[in-house]
Nanobody, 119 residues
Framework: VQLVESGGGLVQAGGSLRLSCAAS????????MGWYRQAPGKQRDLVAA????????FYADSVKGRFTISRDNAKNTIYLQMNSLKPDDTAVYYC?????????????WGQGTQVTVSS
């Protein structure tokens, strides 16, 4: 499985960015994909997640109302629309894919994309 992220960059506070993550390989039809972020010196935290079969999405409290996660199952791609960005959103954003198949759990990560929000 390979996860390829795109869409990071430098933006001023209050601006917007859209991240994309395309999955390839044996991703299994039932899975959960999400975005994590890690700022320098801090742990990697879950930002948002979305299951493949629909249902509830998850958002960290810090991004609720500003970020929207979505997915296109036909393209095995998820998106993170980030609005009203703040300097505290500055981090490396990682795409993640989790699924369980035949009793084995799988956990894959993308290479990360830098998001920098200037004040």
């Amino acid at each position: 499985v390979q996860l390829v992220e795109s869409g990071g960059g430098l933006v001023q506070a209050g601006g917007s960015l859209r991240l994309s993550c395309a999955a390839s390989g044996s991703t299994f039809s039932i899975n959960v994909m999400g975005w994590y972020r890690q700022a320098p010196g801090k742990q990697r935290d879950l930002v948002a997640a979305i299951p493949s079969g629909g249902g509830s999405t998850f958002y960290a409290d810090s991004v609720k109302g500003r970020f929207t996660i979505s997915r296109d199952n036909a393209k095995n791609t998820i998106y993170l629309q980030m609005n009203s960005l703040k300097p505290d959103d500055t981090a490396v954003y990682y795409c993640n894919l989790k699924f369980t198949a035949w009793g084995t759990s799988y956990d894959y990560w993308g290479q990360g994309t830098q998001v920098t929000v200037s004040s």
